[in-house]
C-alpha cells in the first residue's frame, strides 16, 4: 500500500517534471515546416525515447548509486533540493534552472533554428526528449523511487509509470496546435504556476524522506 502511494508521488512529480504543455511551444516551433504525418513521427520519436530514458534509469538507478557510493538519503536530500528549486523557478515564472533556455531571442542560452526534415530523429532526442521533457529533475526522481522499490513488483509498476508518462507525452504534443489555441498563452503560465506548487509539496517531501533515512534518531 505504502508503494501505491509513492507511486502516487512519483507519477505527479513525473507529469510535473516531464511537463508536455511546457514543450508544446518549442515542439511547434521546430516543426512548423512539418508535414503533419512528419509532425506525428518527431512526436513519437521524442515519446519513445522519454521512455527507453525511464525505463533505463528505473533498472539502474540502484546500481548506479552503489557504485557511486551515494547513499539513497543524500540522493533522496540532493533531487528534493533540485525539485524545489525547479518548482520555485515555475511559480516565480522563471526559466526552469535544470533546463536549457531554448528558443531564438539574443539573451537565450541556446539558440534553435528550423531543422531541415532530414533532422527529424534528431530534434526528436535532443532538445525535445531531453531535456525540454525529461531532465535531471525527471531523472534524479525516477532513481529515487526506483531505489525505493523492494520487490519486482513494484519495479513492474515503475515501469507501467514510465508507459503511461510516455504515452501521455505522446498525446500532449499531439494535441499541440489545439491545446495551444485552447490555453493560450496565459492558461499554460497559470497551469505551470500550479504545477510548481504541486511540486513543491512533492519535493519536501522527498526532501524529509531522506532526512529520515540519513537521521532516524530525529524524527
Known amino acids: 500500500m505504502k508503494m501505491n502511494f ?9 507529469v510535473v ?5 511546457g514543450a508544446l511551444a518549442i ?9 503533419k504525418r512528419e509532425r506525428r513521427q518527431v512526436a513519437r520519436l521524442a515519446a519513445f525515447s522519454v521512455l527507453i530514458l525511464a525505463v533505463v534509469f528505473t533498472l539502474t538507478g540502484s546500481l548506479l548509486l552503489k557504485i557511486l557510493g551515494i547513499r539513497i538519503g543524500s540522493f533522496q536530500i540532493g533531487g528534493g533540493i533540485l525539485l524545489f528549486l525547479i518548482s520555485v523557478s515555475m511559480v516565480r ?11 531564438t531571442s ?4 541556446i539558440q534553435i533554428k528550423t531543422p ?6 534528431s530534434i526528436a532526442v535532443v532538445p525535445l526528449a531531453m531535456p525540454m521533457m525529461i531532465g535531471p529533475g525527471g531523472i534524479s526522481t525516477i532513481i529515487i523511487q526506483s531505489t525505493a522499490a523492494q520487490t519486482v513488483q513494484d519495479k513492474i509498476l515503475i515501469l507501467g509509470t514510465d508507459v503511461l508518462l510516455a504515452a501521455l507525452c505522446y498525446a500532449g ?7 495551444s489555441k485552447w490555453l493560450g498563452q496565459t492558461g499554460l503560465t497559470i497551469f505551470n504556476r ?20 540519513l537521521f532516524p534518531q530525529w524524527f
Request: net charge negative; glycine share 8%.
Open 6 to 14: 509513492e507511486l502516487g508521488k512519483l507519477f505527479l512529480a513525473l
Open 27 to 35: 515542439y511547434l516551433e521546430l516543426t512548423q515546416n512539418f508535414t
Open 194 to 213: 500550479i504545477m510548481g506548487m504541486m511540486l513543491a509539496a512533492v519535493s519536501i517531501e522527498i526532501i524529509l524522506a531522506g532526512a529520515r533515512s
Open 93 to 103: 515564472g522563471g526559466s526552469n534552472p535544470a533546463k536549457p533556455d531554448i528558443g
Open 116 to 121: 531541415q526534415k532530414a533532422d527529424l530523429a
Open 173 to 179: 504534443l499531439i494535441a499541440a496546435d489545439k491545446i
Open 17 to 21: 517534471l516531464i511537463n508536455p504543455l
Open 106 to 109: 539574443e539573451n537565450n542560452e
